[in-house]
Each structure stands twice: as structure tokens, then as C-alpha cells.
């Protein structure tokens, strides 16, 4: 049995992007503990296909993290499903959920329920959920929690995507976190953003570096344990 808890960095990649098979291998290889599939656009059954058989080869512990109701693979080893806090749109927090419970037969060995505060509002998930992003630290940390002690979602998950958030603000989850395992992703880019944010975080999440010239180099950086 893989234990995702003890997980301390995940690589993201996105199906929308290009890859080639010797930055896969490189990231394979770069000690990160997991790959998680995952975007927010332009997520298709063909592109998580094409990256899903990139992956299939290699034994590093692979999640899907599905951002709409008309895909599911059987070939990861966990379906991290997330649910928006932060948002007034009960489509993003339980909606999209119940269509995709209806459509598949769901593994659910395989499910990982997350807790996401989106907090960047620039990004496509926080447009896409309608998140409101202008919350103050013990708001998000209210938020955190709610989820934590009266829902009990493993997961808790500080969505800075794109750019690098602020750790007061992450340290205040931290600090009203009982069971939940608290993730953080947005902006690491460099060994120090990875110490900063992993002092508060169980798990930082590493996406759009490994997708920038030299980044694969740098994602062996952020990988601090
Ligand atoms: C229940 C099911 C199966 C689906 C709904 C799941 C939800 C709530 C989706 C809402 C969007 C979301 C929280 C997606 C998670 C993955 C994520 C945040 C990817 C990062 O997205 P961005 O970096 O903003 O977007 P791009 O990289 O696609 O531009
Ligand atoms: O792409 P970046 O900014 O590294 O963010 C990682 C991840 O949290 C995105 O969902
Ligand atoms: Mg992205």
C-alpha cells in the first residue's frame, strides 16, 4: 500500500501541455515523491490519455486529479477529487460530484476528497470556480477548519497556482489543522520557496517549473525533505 500522507512533494503535470518522454524520465527520476495529473483548461480524454501512457512504464506512485465529470482512468493509484471552499457555487463543492458518481462505477479504494482555497485570483481555476480569493488569513483559515473537523477531508489544499502565495496566510491554516493534511502549491520555484512553504505544508506541489527552460534542473531544487 502506497501512503500518500507521507508524501513531502508531488510533481503536477498538465495534459494541456507538451512533454517530451526525456523530461518525464527526468522527473521520474528527480526524487519527487508522486505525479499528479491535473489542469484546469483543456483537460480531454485524449490528453490525459497521451500522458497517462507516458507515466505507464515508470512505478512512481501517479495520481489523477479530475477538474471535470467526463473522465476517469483506472491505471493511477489514486483519484485525488478536489471540492472548492471558497466559492458561493455549490457546483464546485458538490455538484460536479454527483454527475461523476452518477456516470462511473468509482473506485473508492482509490479516493483522495481535497479541500481547496483557491487564493490566486488571476488563475484559471479561481475564475473557472468563481473562488473569492479576497479573504482575509482567518477567513481561510475558518475555512481550513470547517473542512478539517466537520467535513474531515484528508486534504487540505492552498491554491496559489501561478504565483507564490503568502506563508502567513498558510501558516494560519497550519496552526488550526487537527487531522487534515495540509497541502500547498503556487509559484516554487526555488529551494527557498520550497523551505518556506514546507515548514507550514505536509506536501508542496511543484506544476508550471518543470515546464519552463532549465526547470526540471530546478525542480530537483525544490525538493526538500
Ligand atoms: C468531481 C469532479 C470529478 C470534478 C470537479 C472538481 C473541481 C471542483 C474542479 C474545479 C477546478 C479545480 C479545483 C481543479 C483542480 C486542479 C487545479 C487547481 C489545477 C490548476 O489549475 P490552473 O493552474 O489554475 O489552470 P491551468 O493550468 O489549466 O491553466
Ligand atoms: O503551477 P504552480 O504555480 O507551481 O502551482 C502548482 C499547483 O498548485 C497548481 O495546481
Ligand atoms: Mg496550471
Known amino acids: 500500500m502506497i ?7 508531488v510533481t503536477k503535470l ?4 507538451p512533454i517530451t518522454p526525456k523530461d518525464v524520465a527526468a522527473i521520474v527520476d528527480s526524487g519527487t515523491d508522486a505525479i499528479m495529473l491535473s489542469g484546469t483548461q483543456n483537460i480531454t480524454r485524449e490528453n490525459v490519455a497521451s500522458l497517462a501512457d507516458m507515466l505507464k512504464d515508470y512505478d512512481i506512485p501517479k495520481v489523477l486529479e479530475p477538474s471535470n465529470t467526463d473522465g476517469l482512468r483506472e491505471d493511477v493509484d489514486f ?6 471552499l471558497n466559492t458561493d457555487v455549490a457546483f464546485w463543492f458538490m455538484g460536479a460530484h454527483r454527475i461523476w458518481v452518477q456516470n462511473f462505477r468509482i473506485d473508492w479504494e482509490k479516493v483522495v476528497p481535497e479541500a481547496y ?6 488563475s484559471a481555476v479561481a475564475r473557472v470556480t468563481k473562488a473569492k480569493t479576497d479573504i482575509l488569513p482567518k477567513e481561510a483559515a475558518a475555512y481550513a477548519e470547517c473542512a478539517d473537523r466537520f467535513f474531515h477531508f484528508p486534504i487540505v489544499y492552498v491554491e496559489y497556482s501561478g504565483t507564490y502565495g503568502d506563508p502567513e496566510v498558510v501558516k494560519a491554516i497550519r496552526e488550526r489543522l487537527h487531522g487534515s493534511i495540509l497541502y500547498y502549491g503556487g509559484g516554487i520555484n526555488s529551494r527557498e520557496r520550497a523551505l518556506e512553504m514546507s515548514r507550514y505544508a505536509s506536501t508542496i506541489v511543484v506544476g508550471n517549473l518543470v515546464y519552463e527552460p532549465g ?11
Open 3 to 9: 501512503d500518500w500522507r507521507k508524501w513531502r512533494h
Open 215 to 225: 526547470g526540471i534542473e530546478k525542480l530537483k531544487e525544490t525538493i526538500v525533505k
Open 117 to 122: 482555497i483557491v487564493l490566486n485570483p488571476k
Open 79 to 84: 483519484l485525488f477529487v478536489p471540492s472548492v
Open 14 to 17: 498538465d495534459p494541456d501541455k
